[in-house]
């Protein structure tokens, strides 16, 4: 099983650099200046599932790069096309329907890096008038410039200007989704869709890229070395429940909790949890509510009785608090633990994406005794790029997570490669037909799987995920399911090579007084996390990076150099010394 990384052509277009990752225009530079993430062509169908392209025959030469596309479904077939002259790149995009398709969207999407937050941004809209406003410091919420026919602003030593045409575009933070990015796409939200592109229509849009180099050059300064600092108690660390069908293999727990999820509407919620209960743990539970019976969460509490609860919390999966935990869900859920007597921590926030913690955190009430929220970094595009570089925006979530939970603590997991569910889908999630788990349950009919949970790079980046997420203020942390497509085992119980990492992070997090040791990446590819006690730091150190790497870790105790093969992860320690002078 490989990580999938897809094979890197480079492209010269006269003083342009490009990257062409599949159907993807990637890595845009112009005279070494970086310009833009990506550039690429979408297609989005009714439940804004993306249909993938695929490549046809590449042509072009020293100022032309031109790319056949289609979709794997048949719908759209047509070529995307980028043309360089000096300063000027323009690329442009034609997509003919193959036959009538009802689509959310269809056209150019603008990848900006996220390293230009804070930059000034200079708006041109489709009435001719200008704006002045800035890319997002923090997350936004929702989306920050609207009606954009130009963009003006300065990043990396160069002035860029972008013009678009043939629709009317909008900017959305798509860090919310720990996505490296700001996008930019066609067509605005605030129009009906799904919309209708008939057989033989064609859709055409054109992007125009200026460049010019500016005074205010930026002084790039690498670095190869990780400090870490003691940040409180390192945060538990647990899997989800299993959500595959039956047989259940025998498999040791791991970690201290097991989180699991009960969709109050199935008819296998029962069976679910008498599965959870199997492996010992104390359970934290999510409730989903029955939109047609929400009174049944008492009903879900009862039967969990003699089961120890670490944690609970509710959401609707209907109505405006949509997957998310407001005052009326979770009013449900304290009502029907008081009847029957149980008192766990009762939590809350969201159960799909930060997108809708941040968006809707007016909703949940103030009284909660901890904040949730979950982390997916293959939402808008299934590229391993898009895994390894959602990590250094983990950071920014759990960072900006912690700030909103004002104190309280932070519980983020289940993550998963994958979305468990479809947040956004215009019909019904499926259910099992059966009470018991022959078929699964949950993800198992909501989510996607992807092969990569087997790779073995994925043991380094669950790593690197915990060094970034593993911010002051969370408190547990948890990943993926105990076993099956979406576990840290195979079906049939056997570990995969992310459950070493898993062990591995849940020795550092039962070391008795144990306090976790954290600190920033130099560039979101070398990473490390400990745990300290009176004797030792005992560290893990990962590489996500596809080529070999070297570094210096360092604590207040000492320092160690590290050399790790690409996408991999290693454990040191850093004995304590005596200080002379004490």
């Known amino acids: 099983m490989t990580w999938n990384r897809p094979e890197r052509d480079e492209r010269t277009l006269g003083d342009w650099k490009i990257e062409r990752r599949d159907d993807e225009l990637a890595d845009l530079q112009w005279r070494g200046h970086q310009v833009l993430r990506s550039i690429r062509a979408v297609v989005r169908d009714g439940d804004w599932n993306t249909l993938p392209l695929t490549v046809g025959e590449i042509t072009g030469d020293d100022s032309r790069l031109e790319i056949a596309v289609r979709t794997t479904e048949p719908a759209f077939e047509g070529v995307l096309r980028a043309t360089a002259d000096a300063a000027e790149l323009v690329v442009a995009l034609d997509l003919r329907a193959t036959r009538d398709v009802d689509t959310n969207r269809t056209g150019l999407v603008v990848l900006h890096p996220p390293q230009v937050a804070g930059a000034a941004l200079q708006v041109g809209h489709s009435d001719g008038t200008t704006e002045q406003t800035a890319f997002p410091g923090r997350i936004s919420a929702h989306q920050p410039v609207f009606d954009i026919t130009t963009l003006g602003w300065t990043h990396d030593g160069a002035g860029i200007d972008l013009a678009f045409d043939g629709d009317v575009f909008e900017m959305e933070d798509q860090r919310n989704w720990t996505d490296a990015s700001f996008k930019t796409y066609n067509r605005p939200l605030s129009l009906p869709f799904p919309y209708r592109v008939s057989a033989g229509e064609h859709v055409v849009q054109t992007l125009r890229i200026q460049a010019q180099e500016t005074t205010d050059v930026e002084i790039r300064i690498a670095s190869d070395i990780i400090h870490l600092t003691p940040a409180g108690p390192f945060p538990s660390v647990g899997v989800a429940a299993a959500s595959a069908p039956d047989p259940a293999p025998t498999v040791d727990p791991v970690g201290t909790t097991l989180l699991v999820e009960l969709d109050l509407a199935s008819r296998d919620w029962r069976a679910a949890i008498a599965r959870a209960a199997t492996s010992g743990l104390p359970l934290d539970v999510r409730f989903v509510l029955d939109p047609a019976a929400p009174e049944k969460i008492s009903d879900a509490v009862a039967v969990l009785a003699g089961i120890d609860l670490a944690r609970a919390t509710a959401f609707h999966q209907v109505s405006d608090a949509r997957h998310v935990s407001d005052g009326e869900a979770i009013d449900l859920l304290r009502a029907a633990l008081a009847a029957h007597g149980r008192t766990p921590a009762v939590i809350g926030g969201s159960r799909s994406h930060f997108t809708e913690l941040n968006r809707e955190l007016h909703r949940l009430p103030h009284d909660l005794d901890g904040i949730a929220v979950t982390v997916t970094p293959l939402f808008h595009s299934v590229d391993t790029e898009q895994i390894v570089e959602s990590v250094e925006m983990q950071r920014l979530v759990a960072e900006e997570t912690v700030a909103r939970a004002a104190g309280r ?174």
């Open 409 to 582: 603590p932070v519980h983020i997991g289940p993550v998963s490669l994958r979305p468990r569910f479809n947040d956004v889908a215009a019909s019904p999630q499926p259910l099992s037909p059966y009470d018991d788990l022959r078929d699964g349950y949950g993800p198992q009919f909501t989510g996607t799987d992807d092969d990569r949970q087997q790779a073995p790079e994925l043991a380094a980046w669950t790593i690197a995920s915990a060094a970034a997420l593993a911010v002051p203020g969370v408190a547990s942390l948890v990943w993926f399911e105990e076993w099956g497509p979406r576990g840290i085992r195979s079906r049939d119980g056997e570990d995969l090579p992310v459950a070493s990492a898993l062990r591995a992070l849940a020795v550092l997090a039962a070391r008795d007084g144990a306090t976790s040791l954290t600190g920033p990446s130099p560039d979101g590819l070398l990473w490390a996390i400990g745990s300290r006690t009176a004797a030792t730091d005992d560290i893990l150190v990962a590489n996500i990076a596809d080529e070999p790497r070297s570094l210096h870790v360092s604590t207040d105790r000492g320092e160690a150099a590290v050399a790790l093969a690409p996408s991999t992860f290693t454990r040191i320690s850093l004995p304590r010394t005596e200080d002379p002078h004490a």
